[in-house]
């Protein structure tokens, strides 16, 4: 059995992964604001370490130019930060997400000026859900997705950063940071578009060995339930929970080493589709991001309707005070990780 002292501490082990790869992805369970602001704390560490680049989910790429533009510039405008999250997603109005513009913005102010700025990059492009009517159809989803596969979208993005000869951590949504494939088909948005590959199985067939992914600590049941054959494992997260007693990074392999069955078995299981695992909180010490109340202050609520995204998934809201109650849910932990 391994003890506490055995595994680095989160902040360590992140910037250790980085002497060994040049691209490490970081698996987050969207919007719980421990992460987010673990990852803004990181800021100056990456920076210098050699690391300039953030790629993020939740961010177009068409808006990339103005993005550098706010996190390079004099002033910090939240608004344009709005707007730009808005752009890409009409929904996801949490505080936690434009405070990594700022920190960046901030950073960036008083970084020597002869080293590189840091940089946030938006890898995914803006879709298009104004004609989507919740059937979730292949000719409906390639009028969502009319550039494409949004994971390969995404991998092109990264590799563009990486012929530059430049390391990137990219914090992108759990699946698809995954090396290799869950189930035999893919079951998200653009499963209909025949997305064979996430984003993690891109990168490693690009990079091989310079590649890597962590795991934020999360509950991992709706992984169990994806997979093909389904395995009787107990819960990884309740095991690191009974485990560890402060923060900690740590290898899965390596975890994977333990002579308990219980626990060999469930981490020698996930480290087939994650490389590590950061540790910062049991899930009952976790909150949901702050929910960003001036999110639509310059924003028409006819342009929510618009762009509403998976309607099939969550009904759009029928007024404003509708919209807050949906944004709101979706950060309340107890209720998504179903916590008594």
């Not at 997260?237 to 333990?258: H, N, R």
């Amino acid at each position: 059995m391994k003890h506490q002292s055995d595994f680095s501490h989160p902040k360590d082990y992140l910037l250790q992964a980085f002497k060994q790869y040049d691209v490490v992805l970081l698996a987050e369970d969207h919007a719980v604001k421990l992460h987010l602001d673990f990852i803004k704390a990181m800021i100056p560490d990456l920076h210098a370490a050699g690391i300039y680049y953030l790629g993020m989910e939740f961010g177009a790429s068409e808006d990339q130019e103005m993005l550098n533009q706010l996190l390079t510039g004099k002033a910090f405008d939240r608004n344009l930060a709005r707007q730009l999250m808005f752009h890409y997603n009409v929904r996801w109005a949490y505080q936690e997400y434009l405070d990594l513009y700022e920190a960046v913005w901030r950073f960036n102010q008083i970084s020597h000026k002869n080293t590189p700025p840091f940089l946030l990059i938006n890898m995914s492009y803006i879709f298009d859900w104004s004609d989507y009517n919740g059937v979730r159809t292949a000719e409906n989803l390639q009028r969502v997705f009319y550039k494409g596969p949004i994971d390969a979208y995404r991998a092109n993005i990264i590799m563009d950063i990486k012929q530059a000869d430049e390391k990137i951590l990219i914090l992108t949504g759990t699946v698809h940071a995954l090396k290799h494939p869950l189930a035999q088909t893919q079951s998200t948005s653009e499963s209909e578009l025949q997305e064979t590959k996430w984003l993690g199985e891109y990168l490693y067939e690009a990079y091989g060995d310079r590649v890597t992914n962590i795991l934020f600590h999360q509950p991992l049941d709706p992984l169990m339930g994806m997979v093909t054959q389904k395995q009787i494992l107990p819960s990884p997260t309740a095991l690191v929970e009974q485990l560890l007693s402060k923060p900690a990074g740590f290898d899965l392999k390596k975890y994977a080493a333990d002579r308990d069955r219980d626990r060999h078995n469930t981490f020698d299981f996930f480290a087939q589709f994650f490389d590590g695992y950061l540790y910062l909180a049991p899930l009952h010490g976790c909150t949901g991001a702050t929910v960003d109340k001036h999110f639509l202050d310059e924003q028409s609520f006819s342009g929510v309707l618009a762009q509403w995204p998976d309607k099939d998934w969550t009904p759009a809201p029928k007024n404003e005070k509708d919209y807050w109650q949906i944004v709101s849910d979706y950060v309340d932990l107890k209720k998504r990780y179903k916590l008594t």
